[in-house]
């Protein structure tokens, strides 16, 4: 399936876990630092600089040069387990890229309006190859990987929904078949 920005909340409940996705349109690079300026500036009443409501939100740290992107592999995402909840009271719909998924209480706060996309870790030449054009750098003294890069990307993927919107979570089936196979070799 194809998402194109901006997202709607009926296309995102209608991904189940293992679906594979393509993003086309725009999509937003942040990580720990980026989350954490995004909510003191809610805290201090601030409007963000870009929109993050109805957006794509992918956990990586690019490296660009001269408005290029060189790679842009994923980061994983458990680092912003702790900052995610906050962001997803902001908005009503929201889908994250990354690697290794996200905890419990970010698969809750994301019902009913967001999807956790996994993309392969280590191929990130293959998501340069994706990004079409660098549309604008937000916070820039976080410095290149922590800033928030504003990408223009075509058929970016293929994408593996991880977590879908209705709570189901590929990371903990994975892990419960993990562990009942180790106790029948046990």
């Not at 293959?126 to 223009?152: N, Q, T």
């Amino acid at each position: 399936m194809e998402l194109k920005t901006p997202l709607k909340v009926e296309e995102i409940l209608k991904l189940k876990v293992g679906d594979e996705v393509y993003i086309t349109g725009t999509l937003y690079t942040a990580r720990d630092e980026a989350h954490m300026r995004m909510i003191e500036y809610w805290e201090h009443g601030k409007e963000l600089p870009f929109k993050i409501d109805y957006s794509v939100i992918y956990h990586c740290g690019p490296v660009v040069e001269k408005n290029r992107v060189l790679s842009a592999g994923p980061t994983t995402s458990a680092r912003m387990n702790k900052l995610a909840p906050h962001l997803l009271k902001k908005v009503q719909c929201i889908a994250f890229i990354g690697k290794g998924g996200m905890s419990g209480e970010v698969r809750e706060a994301m019902k009913g309006k967001a999807v956790y996309l996994a993309f392969t870790g280590g191929a990130g030449a293959l998501a340069a190859e994706r990004i079409k054009s660098v549309k604008k750098v937000y916070w820039e003294d976080l410095g290149m990987p922590e800033a928030v890069w504003e990408f223009e990307v075509e058929k970016f993927g293929p994408c593996i929904v991880g977590i879908d919107a209705h709570g189901n979570d590929l990371y903990s089936e994975v892990e419960k078949k993990v562990n009942a196979r180790l106790r029948e070799l046990l």
